[in-house]
């Protein structure tokens, strides 16, 4: 096994500096089972999203801000109630926050730990990040690309709302899977 805490990691096109997300071409979604038998998928816009890429990228450090009331499901009313102290409760806590702790490289892949706070509930996650790439765009802006991805249980942010089926199960699953499509410029 590799020592991750002193490895310096080389990834081609790399540049050390301050990563800025550029919400054009960024997107958070997430998945969650609904009634059992299919899923239901949502996109929330970026409030903000900043990345400290250190000269060794294990050294990096992520904060990012969701904007919970710009959930969108492609369905009003399930947003509406999404956005409801029965779920998100935007009007108290209008925001989804990261805070990264650390940076992994493990068996091949790149792993941000962090603090996620939904509800005011803070818990660890981790996301799997995999890189797109690097370059620069006809505008001479240096840009990266990489989609990350974790699964959580709602439960555990205090999203409890569920309704009993009659045939059996629930209408809302407990395992809801978040999915990061993210590009960024460096900031001179």
């Known amino acids: 096994m590799t020592d991750t ?7 081609p096109g790399y540049k050390a500096g301050t990563w800025v997300l550029d919400p054009a071409h ?11 038998i299919s899923k239901v998928r ?32 492609k369905d009003e009313g399930r947003d509406a ?12 806590y209008p925001t989804l926050d990261f805070v990264s702790t650390g940076v992994r490289y493990e068996g ?11 509800r005011g509930i803070t818990k660890p996650v981790t996301f799997e990040v995999e890189f797109g790439g690097f370059g620069t765009d006809p505008w001479g802006n240096y840009k ?9 249980n709602r439960e ?26 993210l590009q960024g410029s460096i900031q001179a």
């Not at 805490?5 to 990834?11: A, G, N, R, V, W």
Request: aromatic share 6%.
């Open 5 to 11: 805490t002193t490895t310096t990691i080389d990834i």
């Open 42 to 73: 949502g996109v929330f816009g970026v409030k903000s999203a900043t990345i400290e890429a250190g000269e060794n990228p294990l050294d990096t450090k992520v904060t990012a801000s969701v904007d919970v009331a710009s959930v969108d499901t």
């Open 81 to 92: 109630h999404l956005r409801s102290a029965d779920f998100f409760d935007a009007e108290q």
């Open 156 to 181: 555990d942010f205090g999203l409890t709302w569920n309704a009993a089926l009659e045939t059996g199960g629930v209408l809302v699953g407990k395992d809801v899977t978040i999915t990061l499509d």
């Open 144 to 152: 990266a690309g990489a989609t990350a991805k974790t699964v959580i």
């Open 108 to 118: 091949g892949d790149f792993l941000v730990d962090g603090d996620l706070t939904i």
């Open 26 to 36: 960024s997107e958070v979604t997430f998945s969650v089972r609904h009634m059992m």
